[in-house]
């Protein structure tokens, strides 16, 4: 059986389809608003091939309810690409599967962002550049830190001014990231509306301090301090922190368990523990014991990126 359903007749050689894998990102890491971001071993894959109209198959079932033609936010994502290029883009039938859990903080949409620029690119032959790709999903994602970690892999810094977006990769960061998956979902937008409008001067320079500690604290290692600035964010998580209602449990459960820092993960509702390298599985396995109701993942840093490629069609699933 191939990945898109079809049983290989014998003598048959597989068909080449092209392979799309991009991981899933954590945003923010408490103060570094829309600009610090981390890419994670989940994943969202797909296969596509040229077809005469468009078709999806999905293979996970979180995915079953979103649309199977080109109306899929991948496909529609695919199409904007192409005719930003005046490209027309060839529809395609393709399988996709993901375990990036839905609406929980965890970069699905901007990986969805990222993997129908790259449909674009292959299909249309547009032949991008990642910085290219970067700045084309950002516009879609209004900022460039998710889409950033999952192009890029490891621990990414973002900036959109204007049209200028740059991002650098900081590959001496090193931690092991741990995750706090709620049952309930958190939409962006709703996240979004609980934050103010405005800032007064004076507490927009302690919360861009906070966020700059908390930078050099990771680069030297420093994780108390990294810590200490995570909790201390006052750019988003003083307000969605009221619709989590367990934040603080959960927080106070991990630092025991061994975690030196806690954030919400990107808009919430699911929650980021960081741990020393080499701790991860040693916190994570604490945690499992002491948090109820919710899914504890402990993962690594995915530091690869996107990666794309011809391959034989078919799925392990």
Not at 184 to 210: G, K, Y
Request: charged fraction near 20%; hydrophobic fraction near 45%.
């Amino acid at each position: 059986m191939n990945g898109l359903g079809e049983p290989h007749a014998a003598g048959i050689t597989a068909r080449q389809v092209f392979a799309v894998k991009v991981p899933a990102s954590s945003a923010n890491l408490g103060p570094g608003f829309d600009s610090l971001a981390v890419a994670l071993d989940l994943y969202l894959e797909l296969e596509a091939e040229r077809s005469n109209r468009w078709e999806v198959e999905f293979l996970s079932p979180s995915l079953t309810d979103f649309p199977r033609d080109e109306t899929n936010y991948i496909c529609q994502i695919a199409l904007k690409t192409a005719l930003m290029y005046k490209q027309k883009m060839p529809p395609l039938r393709m399988s996709v599967k993901s375990d990036i859990p839905l609406a929980r903080g965890l970069g699905s949409s901007a990986a969805a962002i990222v993997a129908g620029v790259e449909l674009a690119n292959e299909f249309c032959n547009l032949e991008l550049s990642l910085l290219e790709k970067l700045k084309i999903a950002a516009g879609f994602e209004g900022h460039p830190d998710n889409a950033g970690a999952s192009l890029f892999g490891g621990v990414v810094v973002g900036s959109q001014i204007g049209d200028e977006v740059d991002l650098t990769v900081l590959d001496q960061v090193q931690f092991d990231p741990i995750l706090v998956v709620p049952r309930e979902e958190l939409l962006t937008e709703i996240s979004r509306d609980v934050l103010p409008a405005n800032m007064e001067f004076q507490h927009s320079v302690r919360a861009s301090a906070v966020a700059n500690q908390l930078l050099a604290a990771l680069l030297t290692h420093n994780w108390t301090l990294a810590g200490r600035m995570m909790a201390a964010d006052l750019f988003h998580q003083p307000y969605r922190k009221e619709l989590v209602p367990f934040f603080d449990d959960v927080h106070e459960k991990a630092i025991q368990s061994g975690a030196f820092g806690v954030a919400l993960s990107g808009a919430g509702p699911s929650i980021l523990c960081l741990a020393e390298p080499g701790k991860g599985d040693e916190v994570g396995g604490k945690m499992k014991r002491c948090v109820d109701g919710m899914e504890i993942l402990t993962l690594k840093i995915d530091r690869n990126g996107c990666s794309s490629s011809m391959k034989k069609s078919g799925f392990a699933i």
